[in-house]
T-cell receptor, first 114, second 114 residues
């Protein structure tokens, strides 16, 4: 596709359930990023992939969060045993190479944990 | 550690006025990259500019201009003759060559009043 796509656009889940958020980056972009944006807040960097590997996972807020990327393309962010504080917009971005290149953002997934 | 400070949380100006958004950064690396992104009410972040640490030339793009000053660790953004469509949240961001993280400031919400 022409841009970064994310699915679902909205997700409402009950506390304690697991959720999977998907990101499809721009074709040919080797770098992929996940961010979290809480209501009215800035962007919190979660994780970065170069190809299929994630050199630094220290931005993930807890061990309930995990992410993977397969085939150098699609990435999935999984949140296990969701908590209310996980409610936020989860943004995905991709870039041609690593972090010093401009990033192109997807529309985000709005996650609400009830 | 890297840090980006956008001290102005919210700014309101009347249409056609000029407005400057401040960004101050901290880094220990000698090679780094600075960015500005715009997040309109629709929510999708849009890349505006990328600047590397070795290029201190100011940049002008239409009504937008950027002033990069290493001496004060600032990368300020000015909108000339503001328009209502400029209303958005603007984020400044920093990445270091030696790291894979990109750190965003908390953003400045800009209201352009008709």
């Amino acid at each position: 596709g022409a841009g970064v796509s994310q699915s679902p656009s909205n997700k409402v889940t009950e506390k304690g359930k697991d959720v999977e958020l998907r990101c499809d980056p721009i074709s040919g972009h080797t770098a992929l990023y996940w961010y979290r944006q809480s209501l009215g807040q800035g962007l919190e960097f979660l994780i970065y992939f170069q190809g299929n590997s994630a050199p630094d996972k220290s931005g993930l807020p807890s061990d309930r969060f995990s992410a993977e990327r397969t085939g150098g393309s699609v990435s999935t962010l999984t949140i296990q045993r969701t908590q209310q504080e996980d409610s936020a917009v989860y943004l995905c971005a991709s870039s041609l190479a690593r972090t010093n290149y401009e990033q192109y953002f997807g529309p985000g997934t709005r996650l609400t944990v009830t | 550690a890297q840090k980006v400070t956008q001290a102005q949380t919210e700014i309101s100006v009347v249409e056609k006025e000029d407005v400057t958004l401040d960004c101050v950064y901290e880094t220990r690396d000698t090679t780094y990259y600075l960015f500005w992104y715009k997040q309109p009410p629709s929510g999708e972040l849009v890349f505006l500019i990328r600047r590397n640490s070795f290029d201190e030339q100011n940049e002008i793009s239409g009504r937008y201009s950027w002033n990069f000053q290493k001496s004060t660790s600032s990368f300020n953004f000015t909108i000339t003759a503001s328009q209502v469509v400029d209303s958005a949240v603007y984020f400044c961001a920093l990445s270091e060559r030696r790291d894979d993280k990109i750190i965003f400031g908390k953003g400045t919400r800009l209201h352009i009043l008709p």
